[in-house]
């Protein structure tokens, strides 16, 4: 018997008709910020202030879009450094070895504690504090010598800066992804034999990683926008000192921060849409969507849970020459 007959066997007086509520006042304040937002744009648009002839004459000049460019490299290189030293820094915590555990600690309390500018203006002065760096023993001739103006430029300073703060952060998400797997994963791996570095690459991590990839994204599009702090180092290269240089040579700061904004946007949108299919890539399998049409299982998406009457014991069913 299909569930549309059960259904079609209640008689009226008990079946119930559900109406749908009412929310007045969620249809009132829906309005309300609708209006709220056609203002805004239509006063905007309407605005001498914005001046949107210099705003259309700058959104596509070569010089935004190379220090756009810039800017994704910066929050690419920076976030594939972080990562890699956040997933060593997390599997340092959880370590059974302490001096490791401790060494990460630091790390993390340091980093995290104080302003990425501060860390910024201090990595800039990097090569005025160590100015030459000496490879070998301690109270002999040096190995090798070199200057560190002369190995690091102003954009990989920058790229160390952001990774090693941001490195912090990912050691604590990568480290909340490993305390989410269940410690039977880690026992039936030690039953089978493997050890310590084979359990966690081979069974830990690659659980986590559900965890882990959606803070992760969030991370990444921030780390977009802390590159406009790079002129702390000083770096002056990436988009926002670019459009800030620009606004100074034209004395029109406004349509150059619009022009900013509009290409963060940009990136910051293509970046959230590889955020989704990432998730969804890990999250298969742990996720269940449950139908809630009316129109029964024929016309519902994904898993659609029937309710079944069952019947008393001794109930007369009707299947199988049963008696009714």
Same mark, same amino acid.
């Given at each position: 018997?299909?569930?549309?007959?059960?259904?079609?066997?209640?008689?009226?007086?008990?079946?119930?008709?559900?109406?749908?509520?009412?929310?007045? *006042?969620?249809? +009132?304040?829906?309005?309300?910020? +609708?209006?709220?937002?056609?203002?805004?744009?239509?006063?905007?648009?309407?605005?001498?202030?914005?001046?949107?002839?210099?705003?259309?004459?700058?959104?596509?000049?070569?010089?935004?879009?190379?220090?756009?460019?810039?800017?994704?490299?910066?929050?690419?290189?920076?976030?594939?450094?972080?990562?890699?030293?956040?997933?060593?820094?997390?599997?340092?915590?959880?370590?059974?070895?302490?001096?490791?555990?401790?060494?990460?600690?630091?790390?993390?309390?340091?980093?995290?504690?104080?302003?990425?500018?501060?860390?910024?203006?201090?990595?800039?002065?990097?090569?005025?504090?160590?100015?030459?760096?000496?490879?070998?023993?301690?109270?002999?001739?040096?190995?090798?010598?070199?200057?560190?103006?002369?190995?690091?430029?102003?954009?990989?300073?920058?790229?160390?800066?952001?990774? +090693?703060?941001?490195?912090?952060?990912?050691?604590?998400?990568?480290?909340?992804?490993?305390?989410?797997?269940?410690?039977?994963?880690?026992?039936?791996?030690?039953?089978?034999?493997?050890?310590?570095?084979?359990?966690?690459?081979?069974?830990?991590?690659?659980?986590?990683?559900?965890?882990?990839?959606?803070?992760?994204?969030?991370?990444?599009?921030? *780390?977009?926008?802390?590159?406009?702090?790079?002129?702390?180092?000083?770096?002056?290269?990436?988009?926002?000192?670019?459009?800030?240089?620009?606004?100074?040579?034209?004395?029109?700061?406004?349509?150059? +921060?619009?022009?900013?904004?509009?290409?963060?946007?940009?990136?910051?949108?293509?970046?959230?849409?590889?955020?989704?299919?990432?998730?969804?890539?890990?999250?298969?399998?742990?996720?269940?969507?449950?139908?809630?049409?009316?129109?029964?299982?024929?016309?519902?998406?994904?898993?659609?849970?029937?309710?079944?009457?069952?019947?008393?014991?001794?109930?007369?069913?009707?299947?199988?020459?049963?008696?009714?």
């Amino acid at each position: 018997m299909s569930s549309r007959n059960v259904v079609a066997d209640i008689p009226d007086d008990v079946r119930i008709h559900a109406k749908k509520v009412r929310h007045p *006042m969620r249809m +009132l304040a829906a309005v309300v910020l +609708l209006l709220l937002v056609v203002g805004i744009i239509v006063d905007g648009a309407g605005r001498e202030a914005y001046d949107w002839a210099a705003f259309g004459t700058y959104i596509f000049d070569p010089r935004i879009v190379q220090a756009a460019g810039v800017t994704i490299q910066l929050t690419v290189y920076s976030m594939v450094i972080a990562i890699a030293l956040g997933v060593l820094l997390a599997v340092m915590r959880q370590s059974p070895n302490k001096i490791l555990g401790y060494i990460s600690w630091v790390f993390i309390w340091i980093f995290r504690g104080t302003p990425v500018y501060v860390q910024l203006v201090f990595w800039g002065l990097f090569t005025v504090i160590y100015k030459t760096i000496n490879v070998g023993i301690p109270g002999m001739e040096p190995w090798w010598s070199f200057g560190t103006a002369d190995v690091l430029g102003l954009f990989w300073i920058a790229v160390i800066g952001l990774a +090693l703060n941001e490195a912090a952060y990912m050691a604590e998400i990568v480290r909340a992804g490993l305390l989410a797997v269940d410690s039977g994963q880690v026992e039936a791996a030690t039953a089978l034999g493997m050890n310590w570095r084979r359990t966690m690459g081979k069974v830990v991590l690659p659980q986590a990683m559900r965890v882990i990839i959606p803070p992760t994204g969030n991370e990444v599009i921030s *780390m977009l926008k802390t590159t406009s702090l790079v002129t702390a180092v000083p770096f002056s290269l990436d988009l926002y000192t670019r459009s800030r240089d620009i606004s100074s040579e034209t004395l029109n700061p406004i349509p150059l +921060l619009l022009v900013a904004s509009v290409w963060y946007l940009v990136i910051t949108s293509i970046l959230m849409v590889g955020q989704h299919f990432l998730e969804r890539r890990f999250s298969r399998g742990h996720v269940r969507r449950v139908s809630r049409s009316a129109g029964g299982a024929e016309k519902s998406q994904g898993v659609t849970k029937l309710i079944k009457t069952v019947p008393a014991f001794g109930a007369d069913t009707g299947e199988n020459g049963d008696r009714r």
